[in-house]
């Protein structure tokens, strides 16, 4: 049973690294533009603040995800500390499974509200 988890929560974490690096902006390095000649919108703003924040708060809840994981290890046999870390992994994995529905909410609204259909 033991090895049954450590499998679950190794294959969710591996699941969910590529959302977390796919949360960093890519910038072409030879877009250049002139001064007072930079087209920043406020859905363009919008949406880079969005794509920070949904990457920040992944960061945190996978790193609060690897505690949980560490204090489960290190509670030995202590049944409190066991329940306390079961807790923490659990509500980490409820917040990660937030971060992305709200992800995914953030890119059919901005896909069907904005011109072109430019989501995040």
């Not at 969710?12 to 977390?20: A, D, H, R, Y």
């Not at 949406?47 to 924040?53: E, L, T």
């Not at 996978?62 to 923490?88: D, H, P, W």
């Amino acid at each position: 049973m033991k090895n049954l988890k450590q499998t679950i929560q190794l294959a969710l974490f591996s699941l969910l690294v590529p959302v977390i690096v796919l949360a960093q902006q890519i910038i072409p390095i030879n877009q250049t533009t002139l001064p007072g000649n930079q087209s920043s919108t406020f859905t363009t703003v919008f949406n880079y603040y969005i794509k920070v924040f949904l990457g920040v708060v992944g960061v945190l809840a996978v790193a609060f995800l690897i505690y949980g994981g560490f204090r489960y290890i290190t509670s030995a046999g202590n049944e409190e500390q066991a329940e306390s870390a079961k807790k923490i992994i659990q509500n980490s994995i409820i917040g990660l499974i937030i971060i992305i529905l709200s992800y995914v909410i953030v890119i059919v609204i901005g896909n069907a509200l904005l011109p072109g259909g430019r989501g995040i």
